[in-house]
């Protein structure tokens, strides 16, 4: 245990430390037992597959497919949303000129893709849930318990909610349905007028609440609502869509849509699972790794002269990757998924319309910086460690620098990762009611040995 580190809390008084050091040493496992034993740590196995835990037909994750051989080889990414390509369905809609979220928001939640009739219901639904956030809400929940951390704003929100549903319990598939549909939509005014009072009482700043304007699509709403001015270009709000829609599914193996299935199948009701996954997506290993992007790469930006210089950008990279700079742990934040190998198709989607915005912005050197260090990283991590399949940019190397470039607060990155995944969330918890599955309860084994009880006197 790193004592300094823990000193520097007040709260942790030297005897809270002795224990803590006494807790942390009995809770260790040799790593050998978890081979011996045949236990797959997060649970995946040698080879870095994911155990089977369960079946979904909502979305597909492909990272590999079959060899001459028989053996798996790694391949370019593929995701599908209900069987529909994303390549096909974010060219789909954006090259109509239309937004794309409430379209496919309605495919993962439904099934299939809607139609004209069916989209304009499903887009006036989420809307008349975006009217239905308690009056007083905010100034008596959000106003209250002002917080620097608006993933912790959302799990307390998301739970005072339960107190105002009559059928908060009730976990029939159309009152579980009209809930997620209340959150999803009320998820993106929490977050936002959640920053803003942050903003206003740590900070300062004037406060402003923007009330949503029914007219506006569901991406448009959230620069409309955060911007004290409600300005945004059709480039902006575009791009902000695209980020959504390709944050707002990844399979049922994804940690937080994992959680959102194991607490489901407990019976609870919705409130408390939602605020269970959100705990989950917080976590740096997976929704806040975008931060970590873009606080990386401003200190490259700060110490490399000449972003152009490879060797320059390789020698930085290579200090990061020995613990030697930005947060000494040794990881190039972006890069590197537990499917995707050769290449994540979210990335490589966010890249081609990332590129668009820098043009319009004038920030091209960010970019080509940026594709630098995508080109670069996969090399100096093969060169430093042996891994058992190929390193490429994920989607939170290019979501945080179009964050930043759309001049959205990093207060809030983690918060839209949330609102995107939202819907995914709510697709798994109607797939894990609908089909009745047990509690899912898996087996942990037991290294521990029986000890004889000894009386206090004695000890």
Not at 121 to 130: G, N, P, V, Y
Request: charged share 25%; hydrophobic share 35%; aromatic share 10%.
């Amino acid at each position: 245990m790193n004592d300094t580190y823990y000193s520097d809390y007040s709260e942790i008084t030297p005897a809270l430390l002795k224990m803590a050091r006494q807790s942390e040493e009995v809770s260790r496992i040799p790593p050998e037992l978890y081979i011996e034993k045949e236990v797959k740590r997060g649970l995946r196995d040698l080879d870095g597959k994911g155990v089977r835990a369960g079946l979904t037909d909502i979305s597909t994750v492909n990272g590999k497919r079959p060899g001459p051989d028989g053996k798996d080889i790694p391949c370019d990414g593929e995701l599908f949303y209900r069987g529909q390509n994303i390549n096909a369905l974010v060219q789909g809609f954006a090259s109509e000129g239309r937004f794309g979220f409430e379209e496919i928001a309605y495919l993962l939640l439904m099934g299939t893709l809607p139609n004209r009739r069916q989209l304009k219901d499903f887009s006036d639904e989420l809307h008349r849930c975006q009217d239905q956030l308690p009056s007083n809400f905010v100034r008596d929940i959000i106003m209250n318990a002002p917080s620097q951390d608006m993933m912790n704003v959302l799990a307390r929100s998301v739970l005072t909610l339960y107190s105002f549903d009559d059928q908060a319990d009730d976990i029939s598939i159309p009152n579980v349905l009209r809930q997620c549909m209340q959150l999803i939509s009320m998820l993106p005014l929490i977050s936002v007028y959640g920053y803003h009072i942050y903003q206003h009482y740590y900070n300062g700043k004037s406060l402003y609440i923007n009330k949503p304007d029914p007219e506006l699509s569901f991406a448009e709403n959230i620069l409309h609502v955060l911007r004290k001015n409600s300005h945004y270009t059709e480039t902006e709000a575009r791009l902000l869509d695209i980020a959504l829609v390709l944050h707002m599914e990844h399979g049922g193996g994804n940690n937080s849509s994992f959680t959102t299935h194991v607490v489901s199948s407990s019976g609870t009701d919705t409130y408390s699972v939602f605020a269970a996954s959100l705990g989950s997506l917080k976590g740096p290993r997976h929704g806040g790794a975008n931060i970590k992007v873009v606080k990386m790469m401003e200190e490259i930006k700060q110490n490399v002269k000449d972003w152009k210089d490879e060797n320059e950008v390789e020698a930085y990279l290579q200090k990061i990757l020995s613990k030697d700079a930005f947060d000494h742990s040794g990881l190039i934040y972006g890069m590197g998924h537990a499917v995707y190998s050769l290449s994540d198709p979210r990335a490589v989607l966010l890249k081609s319309f990332a590129k668009r915005l820098s043009e319009e912005k004038g920030l091209m050197d960010e970019y080509a910086l940026y594709c630098l260090v995508e080109d670069l990283a996969p090399c100096i991590i093969g060169r430093n460690s042996h891994i058992y399949k190929g390193v490429s940019a994920n989607v939170d190397f290019y979501s945080g620098y179009v964050y930043d470039i759309l001049g959205l607060p990093k207060e809030l990155y983690t918060p839209l990762f949330a609102i995107a995944r939202s819907v995914g969330w709510s697709a798994h918890r109607i797939e894990e009611l609908a089909n009745r599955g047990k509690i899912i309860r898996p087996a942990y084994v037991s290294i521990s040995e029986n000890k004889k009880y000894i009386p206090i006197r004695e000890r």
